[in-house]
């Protein structure tokens, strides 16, 4: 039952990080002059982001719930544990701020934010490839 836990924590951690990349890849490549979309897109980034935290926090819980202690991480897994939660803070921000204000900024501050997505979803991405092979 363990290992079902975490393999479905593990997909929606997945999906949420290929949808935090995604809609900031779609809001500059493929829709970047369609306002309307990329505030949906922004929209999901936040929905995304905000599962990227909750699931992060579900896999020490069930670790938790299950060996009775947190994961066992030391070293690199917990400098890259800090990265992946520094970056689901920023683009949470950068996702919320923009959905809230994004009707007022120039075409340069979204297209701004869109890359600073873009890069946070990136960095957060192979921050858990050293998450996973260093725990």
């Keep these: 039952m363990q290992n079902f836990i975490y393999a479905l924590i593990q997909v929606l951690h997945n999906f949420g990080a290929v949808t935090v990349v995604g809609t900031a890849a779609s809001a500059l490549?493929?829709?970047?002059?369609?306002?309307?979309?990329?505030?949906?897109?922004?929209?999901?980034?936040?929905?995304?982001?905000?599962?990227?935290a909750v699931t992060g926090v579900l896999f020490g819980v069930s670790t938790f719930y299950f060996e009775n202690h947190l994961p066992d991480i030391h070293g690199i897994a917990v400098s890259a544990l800090l990265i992946k939660i520094a970056c689901a803070s920023?683009?949470?921000?950068?996702?919320?701020?923009?959905?809230?204000?994004?009707s007022v900024w120039t075409a340069t501050k979204r297209l701004f934010a869109w890359r600073a997505s873009m890069i946070l979803g990136m960095i957060a991405l192979s921050s858990a490839a050293f998450l996973r092979w260093f725990s």
């Design 29 to 52: 490549w493929l829709v970047r002059s369609n306002a309307a979309v990329q505030h949906l897109l922004a929209v999901l980034a936040v929905v995304a982001w905000v599962i990227q």
């Design 90 to 102: 920023s683009g949470f921000v950068v996702s919320f701020v923009y959905v809230k204000r994004d």
